[in-house]
């Protein structure tokens, strides 16, 4: 499948590729046809500098060959390869197909390591040494650069090694995660809620739910309009994970801490997105994932190491 967004960039390409091979052969086309009358000493009359003199030698013949054969490559590299646009080639190669086929060949020499795992329940497998170890690479290559090494995240991405979870922590739920990905919507919510009075209410009110640092005064006048917020973060800021929607009654902040955090998110809202890894990772790949995930917070180690 093309990259292209559309037919021109293709003909863009190939125009660009054609007039450059055309016009380097044209250059040396004209370059062996052209004759400079030369004096008796053989250069051409041109003086720089008082006495240095352009000499009327010819181009050599390895330098003319190399060029050539430069010429000749291109052609056929094209006539066989990718390189002309949206032209696949004659050998229909791509490095997109090599990349696919070398991921193919890798995934069914693993199969039988992972078949051993594939009918074991996940608080098993997390429990499994071996599996933890492929897990744990699992997460290095595909989920660190987000979660961190350590799992525990950072502003904006969730710790993975407690119990708070977005949309529930159970080994079915983490399987989903994984496979199909995630996308939290929070929309703004200002106009909802009020003024930017209001606003700053709703703020010490939130704040108020886990006993966080507040101001009193302002979170009971908050308590009323947070209302448009319950719908989804619960009466009692409980959260609701079918939603997505996380606790606001503990001390876990994915997205920052204080008054001023808060009044940014209900201002302007915020959006996150879980990439899915179904195309990356093969299903028995994605399930001992997930048991190490889940292991992490479940202590799948120690439970591992008991008798």
Known sequence: MSDFINNFWSNYVIAATVLSILGCAILLWMTARKRVVADKDNTTGHVWDEDLREANNPLPLWWVGLFIITIVFAVGYLAFFPGLGSVQGKLGWSSAGEYKAEVEKANAELAPVYARFASAPVEQVAADPAARAIGERLFMNN??????????GSKGFPNLTDNDWLHGGT????????TMGRVGVMPPMAAAVGSADDVKNVANYVLSLSGSPHDSVRAGLGKAKFAVCAACHGADGGGNQALGAP??????WLHGYGEAAIIAMVNNGKQNVMPAQNERLTEAQIRVLASYVWGLSHNATTASAKP
């Open 143 to 152: 989920c660190a650069q987000c979660h961190g090494s350590d799992a525990r």
């Open 171 to 178: 080994p079915d739920k983490i399987i989903e995660t994984i």
């Open 247 to 252: 606790r606001l009654n503990d001390n876990i």
